[in-house]
Structure formats: C-alpha cells, structure tokens
C-alpha cells in the first residue's frame, strides 16, 4: 500500500494516528514558519527601499551580494551567528534537548518559535480530523498556515502582505468555484463585502475624527473569510474579533500598556476566521435556536 492509503486508512479506523501524524507534520510546517514570520517582512523592506530609491531619483545604496530569502542564509543565533546545524533544528524536540539555550553561547533561545510550531502542528490537526483527507481539508491547511503566519507578522510589524492575503483570496474563490466550502456567489459576494465593510467603517471612521482606525491589510484579510467562507459568517467573524481583541486589548491595558498604542487588529481575526472556519455555522445555528428561530 502507498502513504496515501495508509492515511486513509488512519483517517477511517485509527482517527487518534492521523491526527498525531499531522501533529508532526504542521510541526514540520511551524518551523518553516518561523522563517516566513522573521524573513518575509525583511525581504519586503529591502524591496520598498529599492523602490523609493528609484522613485527619488536617488543613488542606489550598496546592496549586500549575500543571497537573503526564505531559504538562504541558513538560520543562526542572533547573538553569536553560529549557524543551527539540521539535529538542532528538529521542531519542539531540539529546542527541549537545547533547553531552550544556544548549544554555543548557551543565550536563552525565545519560547515563541516552539509555541508557533506546536500551535500550527494542533491546528493542522484539528483542520484534519474536521474536513478528513480531502482536497477541501488540504485547502483549508493551507489557509491554517497562512493565518498564523499574518498573526504574528501583524504583531511584529503591524502589517499584513499583499503576498499573502491576495494569493489566499483567489485561492478562496478557485476552491468555491467547486462549491467546496460554499456555493461560488456567497464566496464572491462575501471578498466584496468582506472588504467594504471594514473599509466603509475606516473612512467614515477618518471622516469623523482625522485618523486611521486600521490598516489595509485587515480589508483584505477579511475579504479572504468572504472568499473562503461566504458572505453569511461574515458577522460571526467581525464579533468574534472585536469581542476577542476588546479583551486582550483591555488585559494588556491593564497590565500597564500605553493607551494610545495601536494594537493589531490581524491577530483577532485570524483567530475569529480560524474558529469560523471549523464551527461557524454551529456556532450561528445555535444562536439561533436559543433565539427560538
């Protein structure tokens, strides 16, 4: 038998192996991960700078001939430049066996890049064990992946790229073209609508008091929940994110942040989108029969 019918075989006999079987898998993703998280807005800086340097008329600065994307240089400690070798690489395991310290200045490694992996390897899971091996539970992997990797970006730069959310917005409504996750009209209605309402309320928002009250990149990634899961959970996902940031938000006030400094809005919709996309319709159709509909 070849690995995919041994994973269905899992999937229908043993549910609790395939789940660790894609535990270990979204581990191996999670660290790729990690890359994209630190590497990707570098790359992207690197890549505006050139661009305005242009646009000015401007001497182009002297541009480093060491390659830097998302798979060279390899990955090294920050303090002492000692390049990880593959044995202290392996997800969740080398950071346990290094105790959380560089094998070579001993300097406390951060518990983020384990977390970020174990997080995406429970998600893959979850994704699995809801959708099955299937191309949708595969699509919705991708998408899985995707959003954690915005959410961490957003809260180290505060920004969301273009090379993410629009890339999963097409992939949104190829996927609906099949009536995979929705019918196509409510994925196309839902990335118009998902887009224009955050955008209507930032302008009037503008409009009344002179700022900003969120990015671009949020329309955008609210169109891509439009595009994967249809105009109807697009009030689900908009409460979820508001109800979620208003509490971490008022925590982090609590514990002493600075009132006036922004707090991405990407995180709390990615995790509104990602509980959405397992148990929105549950969710909704509960709410309903508590309202006695």
């Known amino acids: 038998m070849n690995i995919l019918t041994y994973l269905f075989l899992l999937q229908t006999e043993f549910p609790g192996l395939l789940f660790a079987f894609c535990l270990i898998f979204g581990l191996l993703v999670g660290s790729f991960l990690n890359v994209v998280i630190y590497r990707l807005p570098i790359m992207m800086m690197k890549e505006w700078d050139c661009q305005a340097q242009e646009i000015l008329n401007l001497p182009a600065a002297e541009r480093s001939t060491t390659p830097f994307n998302l798979a060279l240089p390899r990955s090294y400690c920050p303090t002492c430049e000692h390049k990880i070798k593959a044995l202290e690489n392996i997800p969740l395991v080398s950071y346990m066996l290094l105790r959380g310290k560089c094998s070579v200045c001993k300097n406390p490694i951060s518990l983020r ?73 409510n994925a196309f209605w839902g990335a118009i609508a998902g887009y224009l309402s955050l955008w209507s309320v930032v302008k009037i928002f503008k409009l009344i008091t002179g700022k900003d009250g969120m990015g671009n990149g949020d329309f955008k990634l609210l169109a891509v929940f439009g595009a994967w899961l249809g105009w109807q959970l697009l009030p689900l996902i908009i409460i979820l994110s508001s109800l979620t940031g208003a509490i971490i938000g008022g925590l982090l006030i609590l514990r002493g942040r600075d009132r006036a400094a922004p707090i991405p809005f990407g995180p709390f919709l990615a995790i509104a989108g990602f509980i959405a996309l397992l148990w929105g319709n549950e969710i909704i159709l509960a709410y309903l029969q508590i309202q006695g509909f």
């Open 113 to 185: 890049y384990p977390m970020i992996e174990l997080a995406t390897g429970l998600l893959t899971g979850l994704v699995i064990l809801y959708f099955g091996l299937t191309w949708t539970g595969l699509a919705c992997c991708i998408l899985t992946w995707a959003l954690v990797a915005l959410a961490f970006i957003d809260l180290d730069h505060q920004l969301l790229p273009d090379d993410i959310t629009l890339p999963l917005i097409w992939m949104g409504l190829i996927i609906n073209y099949f009536n995979s996750i929705t019918e196509f009209g």
